[in-house]
């Protein structure tokens, strides 16, 4: 991912500046992107970012220079995350709240080319009420990305980005938000606003179920489907009021047969399962059947991860086989370690079964 920004994204952000701002030294800018190769995607952002802070020198100047590029049908791609950070930087150091203000209408224009769900969170958290404010007025907005920006960018754990305390401290800051384009008509808008709510159920879980009650009254297939995927961790750490809302009511059910068709994995790898359930309760039941991941972590101790595998169901007296697969590879978000690690299923929030596996480096 880091190659997004590398050389030539940096000759082209300097050559659709140098086009529409002439008068601007822009050599600066150019020079940095000979600087990337060692460095993360972050970090290549930062150093691109200082070269125009350095060759606009003031937000005025930054925000008529990016607003002239976006005439320019190239200005757009990952050139343009250096952009939003430098004009977030001259805007936060001008303190001026004109300027605080202008630059959050700059990210809305600039959002549609590529989000400024990062750079937003510094004005965020230099004035969260101020820049919430503004923020509201977008969930209105005509354009799907400046709606999405509202939500995404005030995520209280948005990947990648750096985090903003007094959405931690206040989780209802954002409800307005949320409440606002929960039923918006745009997938990609409303899973957003599930993304931003099940970020939410991390500290606020009474919060979003309230929440989450609300919207399901509303009864339209966009709140179902937010409602479902907002509550997607509570309902896999089993949280009965999530559980409830979602229709998995306490069932009598049996687990038979776990089995795995090896109990060694060789990363890459793939772990594959089966097992039997059944319905014990003489009443039909919806259920959540889920599997949690118990991984050997450097220390040796183990950490688990719970993972979705299916609804079903079934009549009372009921069995059904069914069967999942875990791969397991190194990835930069997990680190795998070998030892022994085990598989728990886990329906409607109730543990069930333990299969232990062998896993290889």
Not at 94 to 121: C, N, Q, V
Request: proline share 6%; net charge negative.
């Amino acid at each position: 991912m880091d190659d997004m920004l590398g050389p030539g994204e940096v000759r082209e952000l300097h050559d659709v500046l140098a086009s529409a701002v002439p008068s601007v030294q822009w050599a600066a800018v150019l020079a940095a992107g000979e600087r990337l190769e060692p460095l993360s995607l972050r970090g290549r952002t930062d150093v691109v970012a200082d070269a125009l802070v350095d060759a606009l020198g003031s937000y005025p100047a930054a925000a008529s220079a990016f607003r002239m590029g976006l005439a320019n049908p190239a200005f757009t791609g990952w050139m343009l995350w250096p952009v939003t950070e430098a004009a977030v930087t001259l805007a936060l150091r001008s303190g001026e709240d004109e300027d605080f203000d202008d630059a959050l209408a700059l990210l809305a224009e600039l959002t549609p080319r590529l989000t400024s769900e990062f750079a937003i969170r510094r004005l965020l958290r230099e004035q969260p009420e101020r820049a919430l404010g503004i923020i509201r007025t977008w969930t209105a907005h005509p354009d799907q990305h400046v709606r999405r920006l509202a939500s995404e960018g005030t995520r209280t754990y948005l990947p990648w980005a750096v985090r903003v305390p007094q959405l931690t401290a206040r989780p209802e800051l954002t409800l307005p938000i949320l409440d606002a384009m929960h039923n918006d008509p745009e997938i990609y808008v409303r899973r957003s606003v599930a993304n931003h709510t099940n970020d939410l159920a991390r500290h606020a879980p009474d919060l979003v179920l309230e929440t989450a009650a609300r919207w399901q009254q509303t009864g339209t297939p966009g709140s179902t489907w937010v409602v479902r995927h907002a509550l997607r961790t509570l309902i896999k750490k089993g949280n009965p009021g999530a559980l409830e809302l979602m229709g998995f009511a306490p069932a009598q059910v049996s687990i038979s047969d776990l089995h795995a068709e090896s109990e060694k994995v060789a990363l890459p790898g793939e772990l594959a399962f089966g097992f039997l359930l059944t319905n014990t309760g003489d009443v039909p039941a919806k259920l959540a059947v889920d599997y949690a991941v118990h991984y050997v972590k450097a220390s040796g101790s183990t950490a688990e991860k719970v993972f979705k595998l299916t609804t079903v169901e079934l009549a009372a007296g009921e069995s059904r086989k069914l069967t999942g697969r875990h791969a397991f590879r190194q990835m930069t978000t997990r680190r795998h370690y070998a030892g022994v690690h085990a598989l728990e299923l886990q329906v409607n929030g109730v543990r069930h079964g333990r299969l232990e596996f062998d896993v290889s480096i």
